[in-house]
Every structure is written in structure tokens, then in C-alpha cells.
């Protein structure tokens, strides 16, 4: 007996030098290295170790004092980590360009960073609220002991941290997000203390900044509660203390997460919509510009705006040239720019709906283009798809309906043949035009009507008119 041959298909392409897929974590460490190469980065870095090490030192003061206030401002502490991470992600979005799958770059990462950032520390200010409230109904003593010296150690590392390294993400948003309450409020006294002493202007105007301003709120807080139980053994403001500490982190961190939160929404900044408005108005008073619309413009990160815009021009303008000038007027507010410039198509051969007429003779001299079925409405022109007015004249063009209502198309042939010497070739009368369908109600015969019939000749040779009989 013969031996029996399996044969087996093989599906798919061989790939002979396959590159190993590298996991999740080898891809982090690989762009790890990457911005670590930076000389930039290093003092970043070299401030995340140190966080790292004090926020350490600061929870176990926490649990040896039973302190939930101390707690809240250590995670102040824990937020300046959160703040270093996003700048290292600033350094690296940097040194990224844009690639196919991301055509607009990776500006939107340290938009998500700030705003998991805020969220995150508006989530431990609940934490704490929370925490706060289950202490009012028992209060558990507490030792004072490391609680002033950690307050005064969390307090010179967030200001060192915040005044040594230049954040650029949560530096823009705490400038272009609204004014938290807390803000408000010290700016009213900040008003009244530069009245009197004017040198403090450049410190505490217009407003100051927000996370220095929380940290020493929160100090000041922390001072309070140490000074009052140190007299009076009063342990429940420490819990006063906390819940201050946490609704002014909660108000300080909502207006950055709300305005991240837009950005990553693809929101138009409020303050650029009236400048946009300008630039549109002067884009559509350029020459050879006839209409601007579908215009679309949203923040791609921060303080970079991205749009898209079609521009409709004039059949013999240059597109190179009004391209050149819409991109430059729009490009002082919109870095990445997407114009779409077409044509105005006003120009539209006529169009015979119905059975073919009886002086179009010889089908070789016409161009026939099939159409889709008729769809006979009660006000609609048979010319155009747009609904036909008695006291206007037919509209010379439609958008984008060319021809919608129309079942066959003929065309006169612009290379006939030669017609002979002394040939009349007769126009079309306009009652035979109302008997086709192409009559126009409440025009007058006095008033022209545009087709491309005019000049078809009614019979080779002859002078014969419609419906007389052929030799």
C-alpha cells in the first residue's frame, strides 16, 4: 500500500525576520531612558527622590501624632509628585514628533496628566472630608510631638519644589483657569496691604499663585491647631484644621481640572472666540474668496489651537494664492491649520428631464448620461433641486444636489460634424419647451431661460421646423 500524503495549506505571510514584541513595562522603561538622557530631567529627578523620602518621613509622623490635619498636608506633599511626573511627561512630548497614528503629536498626554493630577487630589480632599467626619462623633487624642516639625518640613519642600522647577503644564493652567475662592479672597486683602506698601504689588498682584498659596494657608492652619492644643488640650481643631486644609485643596484643584477637562474636550477657548471671529471675517473679505464655512476650531493642548475650515473661491482664482493667504491670517491663532479651497461649480449645462424631443435626430452628436429615476415633487423646478419661486428667476446653481431631480441628460456634442453652407438652424419655440417640461412657472416669454437646445438644427439640409414631416 501506498503511503498517504497529507497536504497541508498554509495560510498568512511568513515574516523571516520578525522583530520580539516588547511587554508594556519594557516600552515605559525604554521611553524612561529616553527622557532620563535629558539633562533637564535630572534635577527633576534628583526632586522626586527627595518627595519621595520626605512624604516617607511625613506619613509615619502622621500615624506616631494621630494627626488628620497633618495628614491632609501631606498630601499636598504627594501632589508635588504628581507635578513632577507631568513635567517629565512635558519633557518627553517635547522630544516626540508627531507620527501616523498621531498626526497632531502627543500634546493631549500632559493635558491628561494635569487632569488626573487635580482629580486625584480633589479625590484625597473627599478622603479627608470624609475621615473628618467620622472623628467629630468620636475625637481620639492627639500628640504634638513631631506635628510642628513635620508642618515646617512639608511646608519648605513644596515651596522649594514649586519656586525651584519650572512646570510648564500646571504653570499655563494656573494662569488660564479661573480664580479659585480662596484666590479671591487674599486678593481682596493682598489689594489693601499693596495700598500701603506698594513694593508688595509684584508679589500679590494681580493674584497669586495658587499652590503657594494653599501651602501656606495650610501651614497656617497647622500652626493654629499646635498653639491651641498645646494651651487648651482642644483635639477637635485638629479636625477643623483638616477639613479646612481639604475644601481649600478641593477649591484650588476644580477650576484646573474643569479647564483640563475642556481642553481634552475639544473645546474653543472662550477668550479666542472673538479673535477667531475677526480672522473669519477677514479671511472672507480676501480676493477670490466667495464663502467661508465649516469652520472648526478646538485646543489640541495648551496654549496650541488646531481648526479646520473650507473655503469656497472663484472660478479663476489662483487656489495656491488664496491658500497662502487664509493660512496666513489664520495662523496667528491656529498652529495646526486644515483648509479645504474648492471651487465655485455656477456653471451647469441644461438639463432635458422627460422623453427625448423629436428634433434630436441623430443620437452620435449628443452625449447621453444616465440618471437616477425622477422624483416628482408639487413645488419643486424640474431644472433644479431647488423649490421654484413665481416671482423669482431660476436659480443659475445648486449645492450639492446637481441634477437630483432629473432622469436622463443629453448634452450637446461640442465636436459635430460640419453642418453645410446656407443652413438654417432653427431655435427651439418656447411652446415646445413648456411641452418637455422645461417651462418655468411665472416667467414670461419675454424673459430669457437658459438651456442648451437653442442651437440644435432640426433636420440636415433643410429648413424644415419641429414636426414637419421628414422626405
Given at each position: ?76 506633599t504627594i501632589f508635588d509628585l504628581f507635578s513632577l ?88 493652567v494656573s494662569e488660564a483657569a479661573s480664580t479659585s ?230 448634452l450637446l456634442n461640442t465636436q459635430t460634424k460640419p ?53
Amino acid at each position: 500500500m501506498r503511503p498517504v500524503v497529507e497536504k497541508v495549506n498554509v495560510l498568512g505571510t511568513i515574516h523571516l525576520f520578525r522583530k520580539p514584541q516588547r511587554s508594556f513595562f519594557g516600552k515605559i522603561l525604554q521611553e524612561f531612558r529616553l527622557v532620563a538622557a535629558d539633562r533637564r530631567s535630572w534635577k527633576i529627578l534628583l526632586f522626586g527622590a527627595i518627595n519621595l523620602t520626605c512624604t516617607g518621613f511625613l506619613l509615619m509622623w502622621c500615624s506616631s501624632t494621630n494627626s488628620i490635619a497633618l495628614t491632609a498636608y501631606t498630601y499636598l506633599t504627594i501632589f508635588d509628585l504628581f507635578s513632577l511626573m507631568t513635567c517629565l511627561i512635558s519633557y518627553w512630548v517635547m522630544m516626540r514628533k508627531p507620527s501616523p497614528v498621531y498626526s497632531f503629536g502627543f500634546e493631549r498626554l500632559e493635558v491628561l496628566a494635569v487632569f488626573a493630577s487635580t482629580v486625584l487630589a480633589q479625590l484625597g480632599a473627599l478622603f479627608i472630608l470624609k475621615e473628618s467626619a467620622e472623628r467629630f462623633l468620636e475625637q481620639p487624642e492627639i500628640h504634638t510631638g513631631r506635628l510642628l516639625v513635620g508642618t515646617f518640613v512639608a511646608l519648605s519642600f513644596n515651596l522649594f519644589t514649586m519656586l525651584s522647577v519650572r512646570n510648564k503644564p500646571f504653570a499655563y493652567v494656573s494662569e488660564a483657569a479661573s480664580t479659585s475662592w480662596l484666590q479671591e479672597h487674599v486678593a481682596d486683602l493682598s489689594r489693601s496691604l499693596c495700598g500701603i506698601i506698594p513694593g508688595l504689588s509684584s508679589i500679590f498682584l494681580p493674584r497669586m499663585n495658587p499652590f503657594v498659596l494653599i501651602d501656606l494657608a495650610g501651614a497656617f492652619a497647622l500652626c493654629i491647631t499646635y498653639m491651641l492644643i498645646e494651651i487648651n488640650n482642644y483635639f477637635a481643631v485638629d479636625t477643623a484644621s483638616a477639613i479646612a486644609i481639604a475644601l481649600m485643596t478641593f477649591g484650588t484643584m476644580y477650576p484646573m481640572s474643569v479647564y483640563s477637562g475642556k481642553v481634552l474636550l475639544q473645546t474653543t477657548p472662550p477668550h479666542v472666540i472673538g479673535q477667531l471671529d475677526k480672522l473669519i471675517r477677514e479671511v472672507s473679505t480676501l480676493d477670490g474668496v466667495l464663502e467661508v464655512r465649516n469652520e472648526h476650531f478646538w485646543t489640541l493642548g495648551f496654549g496650541s489651537l488646531a481648526g479646520s475650515v473650507h473655503v469656497r473661491i472663484r472660478r479663476d482664482a489662483n487656489e495656491q494664492m488664496v491658500l497662502a493667504h487664509v493660512t496666513n491670517r489664520l495662523y496667528t491663532l491656529v498652529s495646526t491649520l486644515t483648509v479645504q479651497i474648492f471651487k465655485d461649480d455656477w456653471i451647469r449645462p441644461a438639463l432635458l428631464s422627460g422623453p427625448v424631443a423629436a428634433n434630436v435626430l441623430n443620437f452620435s452628436d449628443h452625449h447621453i448620461i444616465p440618471m437616477p429615476p425622477l422624483k416628482v415633487t408639487d413645488d419643486s423646478n424640474p431644472v433644479t433641486s431647488t423649490p421654484a419661486k413665481p416671482s423669482s428667476p431660476p436659480p443659475e446653481f445648486s449645492f450639492n444636489t446637481p441634477g437630483k431631480n432629473v432622469s436622463p441628460v443629453i448634452l450637446l456634442n461640442t465636436q459635430t460634424k460640419p453642418y453645410g453652407l446656407g443652413l438654417n438652424h432653427g431655435h427651439t419655440p418656447y411652446s415646445s419647451m413648456l411641452n418637455q417640461g422645461l417651462g418655468v412657472p411665472g416667467i414670461g416669454a419675454s424673459q430669457g431661460f437658459r438651456t442648451g437646445f437653442t442651437n440644435i438644427p432640426s433636420r440636415y439640409g433643410t429648413n424644415n421646423r419641429i414636426g414637419q414631416p421628414r422626405p
